[in-house]
């Protein structure tokens, strides 16, 4: 059953399930080895090292030292001292429960029924956040931003980020490669911002300032003193608002991967998609408008689509045939003139300069002075002025054509800060619907991170169900009653309990990892539910074998020894599964959000579960077997 409860992780496809396919691998290849050595090794061990005759030698001293490691004493269930507490304490909570079933039924209805409005209360989200240590910072601005205040901006951005102290470098970036997989224009700058280790950030007010220095680590990974990831980029978000600029924050290799899977850079992405680039930056313009009005929205940028601007040189063909000209050479001199042209490489050590030659910029700053830009004619001869034989004009239009789906598209970023990705884009969608109007012809499609939760969503939709109804199978053919295997998954609601509302504590999202950690409770439910409603259907045939079961002090004599008497291996089998979770919510560093996801639906939900099991299966057992136990009787 643990195996089959992973198989919806099995399903998952691209990044997701890169990342917690090898944990579903790892954990069903542990379990089968582990079944495998408890039916081989495990009695094998037992018989070579267990003895059942002490050791008799001298010194006695040594001989009891030799019999209290190798030989040891096997207590009985009541004399064991760990099942004399468990007994002492459940004892009464058992009797309790089954004198008050009713009860303890209605009050297990209304808890879970209470925690259905925690559960729609709790955001959603792709990926759990990933800190990888680094944060990239994007800022955009209008098209036809020249290269120079392109360069002055960038170096007053990376001055203000430096200020900061939790920062140890800054890297800038403006344009883009001489390569066709890096479609960045100048209005696009991309900072790569590297932090010091969150030790020598800055301090904030903690409610454990004033305790022994000694319990302040373990209390910093409840409450950490440093300021947080948010509190800084919400800081430098503040220094770096400059007018025409729009900032967006996110982590480098996050980026990659959502710009290399959804093409948006940003958490929520707009794709507009429509027959005239016009029209798309009209509505991207209006989306641009309505967006910012909506809680959460840190920055909005709409791509123009139509902002690019453009210098046209309309050559005249009567004059290009009175010189003698053609249009490759008209074009030659101004790729070679104006664009410049490489002529030799300068090599110093293993670096490699390009010796790039064309006009001065005074020669080229100005429509009339590239008119004068001289063109040799008649085999060179003579030397034609460039305004002789074109006409100059400057022009504007789409700086850059996206086609996606065979039709033309334009990107809205959204930079989403404070709330989590699927309530603000329920929110968002409404504003744009009652905002915006779509022409006949475009359609918008929402991409970024909720794109990805779309798909996992609509996969999960199919795969849990069906592992839901594998786990019904298994536990059938294993019990042959479909009383029983019901019985058994009440221990899911049970632990839906504790994990919903741990989750709601530690202020988690909904997201992939937080359901592969529910996922993976599944299975541990079903086994708890088993081992609580074997121990129980032991005692209850144990004493109808033996004509003991005739009234129904009887029957809640049968229960409490079945669910008393057997408490020590279920709070073992619990205990052993908890503490080896909780350490995974003291962890810190890279990676540590993830696993804390993957962690604490579990460690709430197998917490919930065993103690709602204890108290809710007995009386849920007494009202399903007295109408036997009666008719037994009769």
Known sequence: MIAVSFLPVLTLEAQEGRLFKPLAYTKNLAMITAAVLAITLDPAMRLLFTHMTNFRFRPRWLARAANAVLVGRIHSEESHPISRILIRLYEPVCAWALRWKWLVLAGAAALVAVTVPVYRGLGSEFMPPLDEGTLLFMPTTLPGISA?????????????????????????????????????????????????????WRRVAAWYDRWPAWIKPLCGRLTPDRISTEQLVTEMNDALRFPGVSNAWTMPVKNRIDMLTTGVRTAVGI?????????????????????????????????????????????????????????????AVVTSAIGGENVSTAIEGLERYPVNVRYYRDS?????????????????????????????????????????????????????????????VAAAKHAVRESVTTPPGYTLAWS??????????ERLKIVLPLTLVLIFLLLYLNTRSTAKTVLILL?????????????SFLGYNMSIGVWVGLIALMGVDAETGVFMLLYLDLAFEERRQAGLLRTRADLRAAIVHGAVKR???????????FVGLAPIMWSSGTGADVMKRIAAPMIGGIFTSFVLELVVYPAIYEVWKWRSVRRQAA
């Open 567 to 577: 408490i020590r291996p279920k709070f073992m089998t619990v205990a052993t599964m």
């Open 271 to 331: 794709k507009i998609f429509g027959p005239d680039a016009a029209g798309i930056e009209r509505i991207g313009k209006a989306i641009e408008h309505v967006l910012p009005r909506v809680p959460g929205a840190r920055s909005v940028f709409a791509e123009r689509v139509s902002g690019g601007y453009f210098l046209d040189f309309d050559l005249k063909r009567d004059q290009l045939a009175r010189y003698g000209l053609s249009v490759d050479d008209a074009e």
């Open 364 to 424: 080229r700053s100005s429509l009339q002075r590239l008119e004068r830009v001289l063109v040799p004619a008649m085999n060179g001869k003579a030397q034609i002025p460039l305004g002789g034989i074109a006409t100059l004009k400057l022009a504007s239009g789409p700086s850059m054509l996206r086609n996606e789906n065979g039709m033309l598209s334009g990107y809205v970023y959204v930079d989403v800060a404070g709330r989590d990705v699927g309530s603000f």
């Open 148 to 200: 120079a205040e392109a360069l002055r901006l960038l170096q007053i951005q990376d001055r203000i980020l430096m200020r900061f102290p939790e920062v140890e470098r800054v890297l800038g970036k403006a344009g883009r490669a001489e390569t066709p997989t890096d479609p960045a224009p100048l209005s696009m700058m991309e900072t790569v911002v590297m932090l010091k280790p969150k030790s020598q």
């Open 448 to 457: 970024g991170q909720y794109e990805a939760m779309e798909r996992v969503r």
């Open 491 to 503: 221990a899911v609601p049970f632990s839906a309990v504790g994990a919903v509302w741990l989750l």
